[in-house]
């Protein structure tokens, strides 16, 4: 654990701090009582229901209130955890890493800075959430498509920040921001890119800026407190197809990643092409109850019944093409073809214009219309929690086989069903695996503890590493990043120890602790 814990901060520099934070947001809006501890804990922990408890929070509501609140815990030497929305489900939610860290709570900084429907770019605060984003577009009548993630009730700060995939056009969430403002652990305000020149004109539409590129080491980072980030949009398209290809056998997976992949390279596919097998996709609409009650991952032959009942394949690829419709139609002739040769392959397509009404929830995920419909899954096995499992692979079909029997046979050794998908970009893909257990059952979480651990070092073993990965795994993900002595941690560390010399910002996150004096995982 980090000394930070055994060298806890003191209850007097803690209420000096609160009294002070207080006095800069305003009574209601800091708190250390116990309750307000609760709120922040992590719903979906495998373990202890208060592991990663909060020291309660502070919720600015400008850039300057951030900046005067770091200044006091940098004098008072208490650590803050910032949080855009707080829904970071399955990788943490809104715990801290370290327990008694403060939330520094961005909820109220939820501002739509901007909107250019000509260049098709947003500029928005940490508090805004890709629910409200969506309803400023329909309230002012903007012809805009956003990329959205599963659930949309998160930021889009602090999803893009996690470095998240989403389904829309731009489906890299971090690759299609630009121009961070940031308030560093010192308290001084940093403009990146273009932004670094004042009255700059192209702060939130070019890629970098003057010297060396530095936006990418605020992401899962804790060097800094982001309070703005732009985020490309799409013009709505005239013509929008979503494509369904279900592949009937568990053996498809390699022909159909094969297949796919020339799309993906050339931009034929834009969005995010997910390839999910059967038990993921029937987390989303049922529970496991309904189809097997036993002991263990679910036989093969209740399988067959679920995917007829369901009307789906082993594995099912799902994206979709924009454009106008002489282009998308070509590009689905084109992809129709390419998999045509799978036996016994079933190919869905459905097509939507501007006013066209859009209820399926993938149509609507594609189309950038938030919803929570994939958030069933946590009650695949009742009393709901998940925490997500995400290496990443190169898009070819053998590494994707590889990848999924070796998490498919740990998964079943534990004894769990195996909820798993590949979202593809134009040369990787996440390898997403949701481990979907009882909240209720200490042994069932015992248990995904074991697993967990066991895929992050059997998937390192053979060069797949995560790309993100839940509080309580943070240090042993890091240390399979390993090269040349830890030379990646190394520097990581020295970075923190310059920017963040007390270690106040987010101690621990994604194994990066700087000076070890403060908080050395020991
Ligand atoms: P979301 O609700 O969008 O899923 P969270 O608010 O849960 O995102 O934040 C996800 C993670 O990203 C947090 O644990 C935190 O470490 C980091 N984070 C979130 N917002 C910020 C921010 N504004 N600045 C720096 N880090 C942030």
Redesign the pocket.
């Known amino acids: 654990m980090a000394k930070l814990e055994q060298n806890s901060v003191s209850q007097k520099q803690i209420d000096t701090a609160f009294k002070e934070f207080k006095s800069i947001v305003g009574d209601q809006w800091a708190s250390s009582l116990h309750e307000d501890k609760e709120s922040y804990n992590d719903p979906y922990n495998p373990g202890q229901e208060f592991e990663f408890v909060s020291g309660g929070f502070v919720a600015p509501e400008s850039v300057p209130e951030v900046q005067e609140i770091v200044r006091v815990a940098n004098r008072l030497g208490i650590p803050l955890?910032?949080?855009?929305?707080?829904?970071?489900?399955a990788?943490?939610?809104?715990?801290?890493r370290v327990p008694g860290t403060v939330m520094?709570d961005?909820k109220r900084m939820n501002r739509i800075l901007e909107v250019d429907e000509e260049l098709a770019y947003a500029v928005v605060e940490?508090g805004v959430?890709f629910f409200d984003l969506h309803q400023y577009f329909k309230d002012n009548n903007l012809k805009l498509w956003m990329s959205v993630?599963g659930p949309g009730?998160?930021?889009?700060?602090?999803?893009?920040?996690?470095r998240?995939a989403g389904y829309g056009y731009y489906s890299d969430h971090f690759a299609s921001s630009r121009g961070l403002e940031?308030v560093l652990p010192n308290g001084e305000l940093l403009r990146t890119g273009m932004g670094a020149l004042p009255g700059s004109n192209a702060w939130h539409l070019f890629n970098y800026g003057y010297g060396p590129h530095v936006e990418g080491i605020?992401?899962?980072?804790?060097y800094?407190?982001?309070?703005r980030?732009g985020r490309d949009l799409l013009p709505e398209p005239e013509f929008y197809m979503s494509c369904e290809i279900n592949c009937p056998r568990e053996s498809d997976l390699e022909a159909v990643v094969t297949a796919l992949r020339p799309f993906k390279i050339d931009e034929t596919i834009r969005n995010s092409l997910t390839i999910m097998n059967l038990e993921l996709i029937a987390s989303f609409m049922s529970v496991r109850s309904q189809w097997y009650d036993g002991n263990g991952p679910i036989p093969e032959e209740i399988l067959k019944v679920m995917q007829e009942k369901l009307n789906l394949g082993r594995w099912n690829a799902a994206f979709a093409l924009y454009g106008s419709e002489i282009k998308v139609g070509d590009a689905w002739n084109r992809i129709q073809n390419a998999v045509k040769h799978i036996s016994g392959v079933e190919l869905h397509a459905r097509t939507y214009q501007p006013g066209d009404e859009i209820l399926h929830p993938r149509d609507q995920s594609q189309a950038g219309i938030p919803s929570l419909s994939e958030f069933s899954l946590v009650n695949w096995r009742g009393a709901g929690g998940h925490i997500d499992f995400s290496p990443i692979g190169p898009l070819r079909g053998k590494d994707a086989k590889i990848m999924n029997d070796l998490v498919r046979s740990l998964n079943y050794e534990y004894g769990f069903d195996h909820l798993g998908g590949f979202y593809c970009d134009a040369r990787s893909f996440r390898c997403i695996n949701t481990l979907v257990f009882r909240k209720d059952d200490p042994e069932e979480m015992a248990k995904v503890r074991k697993l967990f651990s066991r895929l992050v070092s059997e998937f390192a073993k053979l060069g797949y590493g995560e790309y993100r990965t839940h509080?309580a795994y943070m240090d042993q993900v890091a240390s399979t990043f390993n090269y040349n002595d830890n030379a990646m941690l190394r520097f990581q560390d020295l970075l923190k120890s310059a920017i963040d010399p007390k270690g106040i910002?987010?101690p621990g996150?994604s194994g990066v602790w700087g000076n070890k004096d403060m908080g050395g995982v020991q």
């Open positions: 955890w910032p949080l855009s929305t707080g829904k970071n489900l990788y943490g939610g809104a715990a801290p520094l961005l940490p959430s993630p009730w998160g930021s889009i700060v602090g999803n893009g920040l996690e998240g940031v605020f992401t899962q980072s804790n800094g407190i982001v309070t980030m509080l910002i987010a996150k």
